[in-house]
């Protein structure tokens, strides 16, 4: 099947600081890319929708200035976490879609970010 | 208001059993659903999907019904076993291709 990848899997850093993670999909070209944020025990809520080379479109209450999203090829999209403050402590979790498979999205295994 | 709400937010079973997880949603109009399970810490993996014009899906020992006038996916497991413990999500498409998560049900089948 369809594998995705995230990286860092774990990142800490100070509060303040820039942090970035990429998504990428091992084999397969993804036309578009998903970024969602769970806080423990939540469901993933749907930050931004990235179509390799265009601008991403982010969801009503996502600062785009604050994450910053960049879908620079068909196999890579990268999210920033600028200025990062406790409160952006979370997992982040990408998905990508092909658009062979009806609209199945394959998830990577999620960043935990912890800021302090 | 558009909701997706999985009404258990924790459900036990003895091993052997079928369990049963249920997805109400309001206000959307879905073309399809979708069901995955999530281990802690690691993204969801992809179980089952089921469009609107389908009543049943079946995958191995997983079922799916999709009723669009209830407006309620039922997930069953049948013959459980422990490591079919996890959050199961229920997920569907709103507009412009996004898929829309419920809050997430979470299984433990106890031997």
């Known amino acids: 099947g369809a594998v995705v990848s995230q990286h860092p899997s774990r990142v800490i850093c100070k509060s303040g600081t820039s942090v970035k993670i990429e998504c990428r999909s091992l084999?397969?070209?993804?036309?578009?890319m998903f970024w969602y944020r769970q806080f423990p025990k939540q469901s993933l809520m749907l930050m931004a929708t990235?179509?390799?080379?265009?601008?991403?479109?982010?969801e009503q209450g996502v600062e785009k200035d604050k994450f910053l999203i960049n879908h620079a090829s068909l196999t890579l999209s990268t999210l920033t976490v600028t200025s990062a403050h406790p409160e952006d402590s979370s997992f982040y979790i990408c998905?990508?879609?092909?658009?062979?498979?009806?609209?199945?999205?394959?998830f990577g295994p999620g960043t935990r970010l912890t800021v302090l | 208001s558009q909701k997706i709400e999985q009404n258990s937010e924790a459900l036990n079973i003895q091993e052997g059993k079928t369990a049963t997880l249920t997805c109400n949603y309001t206000?959307?109009?879905?073309?399809?659903l979708q069901w995955y399970r999530q281990d802690p810490g690691r993204g969801p993996v992809f179980l089952l999907l089921i469009r609107e014009n389908e009543k049943e899906k079946r995958k191995e020992r997983l079922k799916v019904t999709f009723d669009t006038t209830l407006k309620q996916s039922l997930f069953h497991i049948t013959a459980s076993q422990p490591a079919d413990s996890a959050t199961y999500l229920c997920?569907?498409?709103?507009?412009?291709?996004?898929?829309?998560f419920g809050s997430g049900t979470r299984l433990s089948i106890r031997p």
């Open positions: 084999d397969f070209q993804a036309t578009t």
């Open positions: 206000n959307y109009s879905p073309a399809y």
């Open positions: 997920a569907l498409d709103s507009s412009a291709s996004k898929i829309i």
């Open positions: 990235s179509n390799e080379g265009s601008k991403a479109t982010y």
């Open positions: 998905s990508a879609k092909s658009g062979e498979v009806y609209n199945e999205q394959f």
